[in-house]
C-alpha cells in the first residue's frame, strides 16, 4: 500500500471539503454524475458511502494524504451480483491536487485493495475519451481497452487481478 495515501470512511468533518471538491465544475466535467449543489448535498454523499441497490453494492471512500491528514476527494468500489467475478473502480480528486502523482498512487492502492478479495478476476473502469490523464493512468497500470463505441463519451477498461 501507499505512504502517501490510504483510504478510509467520510465522516461529517469531511463536509466542507468534499463540498469543495465535488462543486467545482471544472473538477468534475468527466465525471458521470452533475457537481454537488450545496452542504447539504455533500452531507448526503457521506450517508450513502455504502449502499445497496439491487444487486449492485457501491462502497465509497475518502482519500487522505497521510502527511497532511487532508481529504482531496473518494474512490468507489463497485460489485454487481450479477458479475460476482468483477469490480467497478472509480476515483474523483480535487482540482488542486491534479498533476501531482496521487491518480496514479490511488489506482494502484484500489487494485491492491481489490486484490484482497480472492473472488475478484477482474477490475472494470471507464473514463471520458477527453480525460487524457485519466486514459494515461489507467494504461500505465495495466488496464485494456474492451469498448469503444463510436457514440460514447467514454473509454472502458478492464484488467485482470494477477495472484502471486
Do not use: H, P
Given at each position: 500500500?501507499?505512504?502517501?495515501i ?15 471538491i465535488?462543486?467545482d ?8 454524475s452533475?457537481p454537488i449543489e450545496?452542504?447539504?448535498?455533500a ?12 444487486n449492485?453494492?457501491?462502497i465509497?471512500?475518502g482519500?487522505?494524504?497521510l502527511?497532511?491528514k ?8 463497485r460489485?454487481?451480483?450479477n ?14 491536487f491534479?498533476?501531482k502523482?496521487?491518480g496514479?498512487?490511488?489506482v ?5 485493495t481489490?486484490?484482497?478479495n480472492?473472488?475478484i478476476?477482474n477490475?472494470?473502469a471507464?473514463?471520458?475519451k ?5 486514459i ?8 485494456d481497452?474492451i ?5 460514447s463519451?467514454n473509454?472502458?477498461?478492464r484488467?485482470?487481478?494477477n495472484?502471486?
Open positions: 500500500m501507499s505512504n502517501k490510504r483510504f478510509r470512511e467520510l465522516d461529517i468533518d469531511d463536509v466542507k471539503s468534499l463540498y469543495e465535488y462543486s465544475k471544472e473538477a468534475m466535467k468527466y465525471r458521470g452533475k450545496n452542504i447539504d448535498d452531507k448526503e454523499y457521506i450517508t450513502k458511502q455504502k449502499t445497496l441497490n439491487g449492485v453494492l457501491t465509497r471512500k482519500i487522505e494524504i502527511q497532511e487532508k481529504l482531496i476527494g473518494s474512490v468507489m468500489f460489485f454487481d451480483k458479475q460476482e467475478k468483477e469490480c467497478e473502480i472509480g476515483y474523483s480528486i480535487g482540482r488542486k491534479w498533476k502523482g496521487f496514479n498512487e490511488i494502484k492502492n484500489m487494485l491492491e481489490i486484490k484482497q480472492k473472488d478476476e477490475v472494470i471507464w473514463t471520458n477527453r480525460n487524457i490523464a485519466s494515461k493512468i489507467l494504461e500505465k497500470n495495466g488496464f481497452t469498448q469503444q463505441e463510436e457514440s463519451d473509454y472502458y477498461y484488467k485482470e487481478i495472484r502471486i
